[in-house]
């Protein structure tokens, strides 16, 4: 397939970062909200951010105005009409999800492609929503999308050969690393990094050490560019807790299960760095 336009449907940190990834390579970019005010809002965010790397030295004003430019922000789904991909990026829930994919179903071209961003849930759920389900697979992006190399390409049993090749040409034209797997929660980096990330909150609920040296210690120790509560806080408390609530669903292991304080803080709309607070304090 040539593939020249991308849809992307959701405009949190992930369908903001990933729309700026495709934009800055080549790629024409459909960025789809349900307002066309969060539309609107995105675009403004991505402008920010591709300015921050040209005041950095990293992009070339022409770069930037090319990629702006390759930005349609829109509110109405038919606009995906056109698209070759089109990369699902909205909540972690399957129910919305799969009533999305069912939208996408009748209105992407029968040869486009339809990915999910989903970080856990399980890809067969939304393709067998679709008429045609070999076309669905997952395109898992890392948060923040525009810095993280990796893309793990995820094949549902009823994934096409063509899909996944397809999808994983495209990963590295983003100018990212591909990694090919199967459809099982978690997939590969967050079935080893959620059950680190959960019982570093352990840890805290413990009183084995305070947050911060918790976070000192994994990054002075390990060499992670990050401490696990500072991660949770990036990720976003919300997605998290969906995250750790469908590997705990799918493997009823001890250390999928969410830590309480994870619950508490999300209840409290303490959502980590987009809200202004989660394990730590972000505003101002
Ligand atoms: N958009 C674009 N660029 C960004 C950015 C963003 N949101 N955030 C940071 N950057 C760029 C900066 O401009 C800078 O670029 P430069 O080196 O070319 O000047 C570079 O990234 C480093 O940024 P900073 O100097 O501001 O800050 P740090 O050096 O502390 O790096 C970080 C920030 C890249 C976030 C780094 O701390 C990191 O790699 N953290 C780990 C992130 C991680 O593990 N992500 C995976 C999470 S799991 C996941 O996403 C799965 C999902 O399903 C939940």
Known sequence: MNVKRIGIVGSGIMGSGISEVCA??????????????????????????????????????????????AIKAVSNIKELSDCDIVIESVIEDLDTKRELFAHLDDVCRDDAIIATNTSTLPVIEMASVVRNPERVLGIHFFNPAPVMGLVEVVAALTTSEEAVETARMFAESCGKEPVIVKDQAGFIVNALLFPYLNNAIKLFENGVASMEDIDTAMKAGCGFPMGPLALLDLVGLDTSLSILEALYDEFRDPNYAPAPTLRRLVSAGKLGRKSGSGFFDYQG
């Open 24 to 69: 800055k390579a080549g790629y024409e970019v459909v960025l789809r909200s349900r307002t066309q005010e969060k539309a609107a809002a995105t675009l403004a965010a991505i402008e920010k951010s591709l300015a921050k790397q040209v005041e950095r030295g990293k992009l070339e004003e022409a770069e930037r105005e090319k990629a702006l430019a």
